[in-house]
T-cell receptor, first 114, second 113 residues
Framework: AQSVTQLGSHVSVSEGALVLLRCNYS??????LFWYVQYPNQGLQLLLK??????LVKGINGFEAEFKKSETSFHLTKPSAHMSDAAEYFC????????????FGQGTELSVKP | DAGVIQSPRHEVTEMGQEVTLRCKPI?????LFWYRQTMMRGLELLIY????????DSGMPEDRFSAKMPNASFSTLKIQPSEPRDSAVYFC???????????FGPGTRLLVL
């Protein structure tokens, strides 16, 4: 079975500060890993994904994440937060062999202070 | 492309009524997913289809929920009878296939009184 744990349901940073959102996963097979962002009253939008290959993945809006197999982690980072980054962020894991269904973490709400 | 289209965007109904949520996936996508989002349980997969065939419905809460995909461009999620605990945001997503990126619709916000 697969699972995702996001550490911290709420993270608050100052504008211009580093953003670090933590995600750990559990999977019995090589995972596909995703980060999605959800703005208020909207659907989910893909930020980035890891399937195979390079472990450092770059996404939209300056975000990136690094797949660390030894730590079963896929933390999301951004060097400098913008006010527009305030949203809820979801980490998800998929086993492509199971049809690609996503198992989501509980989400982390990011607040950005001016 | 218009993206995944869901209707209605908002639905308010009374307990016991039938509710039908609709989804039009992105053209050419072979997989379709229905998710439910609540504060208590987060995002849960209810059911997914591959090439219009239901593959995994283990997330469907109970017999009151049913989903169909009569063709590649349309799917419905029906709740009959509805209950207040069904109040949630229901998302539809589609993808090109197994392991591919899922694209989400804007969701249907359901309130059962």
């Amino acid at each position: 079975a697969q699972s995702v744990t996001q550490l911290g349901s709420h993270v608050s940073v100052s504008e211009g500060a580093l953003v670090l959102l933590r995600c750990n996963y559990s999977s019995s097979v090589p995972p596909y890993l995703f980060w999605y962002v959800q703005y208020p009253n909207q659907g989910l939008q893909l930020l980035l994904k890891y399937t195979t290959g390079a472990t450092l993945v770059k996404g939209i809006n300056g975000f990136e994440a690094e797949f660390k197999k030894s730590e079963t982690s896929f933390h999301l980072t951004k060097p400098s937060a913008h006010m527009s980054d305030a949203a809820e962020y979801f980490c998800a894991v998929s086993d492509g062999n199971q049809g690609g269904k996503l198992i989501f973490g509980q989400g982390t709400e990011l607040s950005v202070k001016p | 492309d218009a993206g995944v289209i869901q209707s209605p965007r908002h639905e308010v109904t009374e307990m016991g009524q039938e509710v039908t949520l609709r989804c039009k996936p992105i053209s050419g996508h072979n997989s379709l997913f229905w998710y439910r989002q609540t504060m208590m349980r987060g995002l849960e997969l209810l059911i997914y289809f591959n090439n219009n065939v239901p593959i995994d419905d283990s997330g469907m809460p109970e017999d009151r929920f049913s989903a169909k995909m009569p063709n590649a461009s349309f799917s419905t999620l029906k709740i009959q009878p509805s209950e207040p605990r069904d109040s949630a945001v229901y998302f539809c997503a589609s993808s090109l296939g197994q392991g591919e990126t899922q694209y989400f619709g804007p969701g249907t916000r359901l309130l059962v009184l």
